[in-house]
C-alpha cells in the first residue's frame, strides 16, 4: 500500500510569486486535508476536499486555493507569495477518520 | 484561542521508564483524539487514537487515556525506548476524525538512554 507523497520536498520561491504544491494520497483514501506548519508550532489547518469538493477551510485567505481530482490527487496554490507564507506544508489523506500524513513540502519565501 | 494545549514544551525520562504526555483540550465539540510522532524533516506518523464513547485504548506499548469530564487526555509509553524521541501531537476533531483536525503545539520527548 502506497502512503501519502507530496512533491516538491522543498522549494524556494520570492515574494509576489505564485506555487502549487502537489499531494497524492493514500490508496482508497477519498479525503485530502492541507496544513501549514510554523516553526515551534502545530499543524494549522488551511482546507480539506473530500470527492473534489471543499469540506471545510480554516483562516486563511483566498490566496489559498486548492482542488482535488477525481484520482482523490490534491494541489496546494499559494498567489502573492508573503514572507510569512514560508512554512512546512502537510497533506493529510483519509477515508472514514484517521488522518495520515505526508512527508510535507518545505516553502522558504524570500 | 488555543482548544488544544500541550502544557509541557519538553519532557526527559530515562530508557526502560514510563513517559507521560499530556493534552487538554476546551471545545466539548471534539468527539476524536489522536496522537502523532514527528521527527524533524518528516510529516507526523499516527500512533493512536480514541473516540469520545471510550476512556482508554492501547496498541502495544502505547495507551491512550480520555478523562470527558477533565477534558484531558494522556499519552503513555511503556517501556521508553532511544527511538520514541520525537516531538508528539496531541490533536482533536469532531464527527468522529471527519473533520479537520486541530492540534496542540507538541511536547519534545527525550529518552536519556
Known amino acids: 500500500e502506497t502512503g501519502v507523497t507530496q512533491s516538491p520536498t522543498h522549494l524556494i520561491k520570492t515574494r509576489g510569486q505564485q506555487v502549487t504544491l502537489r499531494c497524492s494520497s493514500q490508496s482508497g483514501h477519498n479525503t485530502v486535508s492541507w496544513y501549514q506548519q510554523a516553526l515551534g508550532q502545530g499543524p494549522q489547518f488551511i482546507f480539506q476536499y473530500y470527492r473534489e469538493e471543499e469540506n471545510g477551510r480554516g483562516n486563511f485567505p483566498p490566496r489559498f486555493s486548492g482542488l482535488q481530482f477525481p484520482n482523490y490527487s490534491s494541489e496546494l496554490n499559494v498567489n502573492a507569495l508573503e514572507l510569512d507564507d514560508s512554512a512546512l506544508y502537510l497533506c493529510?489523506?483519509?477515508?472514514?477518520?484517521?488522518?495520515?500524513f505526508g512527508p510535507g513540502t518545505r516553502l522558504l519565501v524570500l | 484561542d488555543q482548544q488544544v494545549k500541550q502544557n509541557s514544551p519538553s519532557l526527559s525520562v530515562q530508557e526502560g521508564r514510563i513517559s507521560i504526555l499530556n493534552c487538554d483540550y476546551t471545545?466539548?465539540?471534539?468527539?476524536?483524539f489522536l496522537w502523532y510522532k514527528k521527527y524533524p524533516a518528516e510529516g507526523p506518523t499516527f500512533l493512536i487514537s480514541?473516540?469520545?464513547?471510550?476512556d482508554k485504548n492501547e496498541d502495544g506499548r502505547f495507551t491512550v487515556f480520555l478523562n470527558k469530564s477533565a477534558k484531558h487526555l494522556s499519552l503513555h509509553i511503556v517501556p521508553s525506548q532511544p527511538g520514541d524521541s520525537a516531538v508528539y501531537f496531541c490533536a482533536a476533531s469532531g464527527n468522529f476524525g471527519n473533520e479537520k483536525l486541530t492540534f496542540g503545539t507538541g511536547t519534545r520527548l527525550t529518552i536519556i538512554p
Open positions: 493529510a489523506s483519509s477515508r472514514a477518520g484517521t488522518q495520515y
Open positions: 471545545n466539548s465539540m471534539f468527539d476524536y
Open positions: 480514541i473516540s469520545s464513547i471510550k
